[in-house]
């Protein structure tokens, strides 16, 4: 069943995709400033610099300056959890919860997305030229690597700005993406 499409997947890793490199560079730069303005709202909210992505100082931060819970989560190592899930759970708690999940978000997005995906263009075509394969899934979609090309958020407008960046190849051609 999967051999007809070979041929169909080689087509697409040759031809690659095209990204907007300003754009995502003019989009980093209006990351870095999110990050920066939203990394100083955290410091102010806690009272003191921290390094945000360090989950034993924020944890410390959190539990024993802000005291946000009376018996905070641990991990197996004895440092208080800071994983996403448990800032969801206290993001009504206090103003700086939600600061910092906004803080990752854009962080993440300028690291993974708007600095990384430049990087992975193959100098002689201009392209990205990402890796599929069929039947690396157990539910028969195709897989994307090297970069992976499938988790490009849409959710939130700053997600939709990557995909922005994403531009046909040739002249009078299309782009067709999926938003689910």
Known sequence: IEMPLIYVLISME?????LDTDALEQF??????QT???????????????????PKQLGEILFERLKLVDKPKKTRTGQ???????????AAEHEIVQTILDYRMVA??????????PQSIFEK??????????VATATGRLNSQNPNLQNIPIRRDLGQEIR???VPCRA?????????
């Open 36 to 54: 920066n303005k939203l990394q100083e709202r955290i410091h102010a909210l806690a009272g003191v610099e921290f390094n945000i992505a360090s």
């Open 164 to 166: 922005k960046a994403f």
């Open 108 to 117: 993440k997005l300028r690291n993974t997305y708007a600095e990384a995906l």
């Open 14 to 18: 040759r031809q690659g995709v095209k």
């Open 172 to 180: 009078g051609q299309h782009l067709l993406s999926a938003d689910y």
């Open 80 to 90: 208080y959890a800071t994983h996403e899930a448990v800032l969801q759970s206290l």
């Open 28 to 33: 980093s730069k209006q990351l870095l400033e």
């Open 125 to 134: 075509t201009g392209r990205v030229h990402t890796t599929f394969h069929q």
